[in-house]
């Protein structure tokens, strides 16, 4: 799910995919952002994508922004450290242009 800027930048929202999949997921995401009209893509790096993302040569850095976990059960702070929560754009702050 992204939204689209044509012209220039998509900003992607959310990625959904098992691990089989993900290859022709990126693909299709990166085929019809192209088609609409962007320029590029990004967004919040999901480390379960990581190896696919660095497969179609995607590039990386550590800018801009960032998330504060806070919970009274540590096990679930765990769970976001560990890899294992699931998380969107769509959890946070993003819609409103900070």
Known sequence: LYHLNRGGIADVLQIAATPSSVHDVLDHLFY????????????????????ALSDKYCLFHRRGPW??????????????????????????????GY
Do not use: H, Y
Request: aromatic share 14%; proline share 4%; glycine share 8%.
């Open 32 to 51: 019809q952002a192209w088609r609409q009209g962007a320029i590029a893509v990004t967004g919040r790096l999901e480390p379960r994508f990581l190896q």
């Open 67 to 96: 998330m504060l976990v806070s919970a009274k059960q540590p096990r679930l702070v765990q769970s976001f450290l560990n890899g294992d929560a699931f998380f969107s754009r769509f959890d946070g702050e993003w819609c409103l």
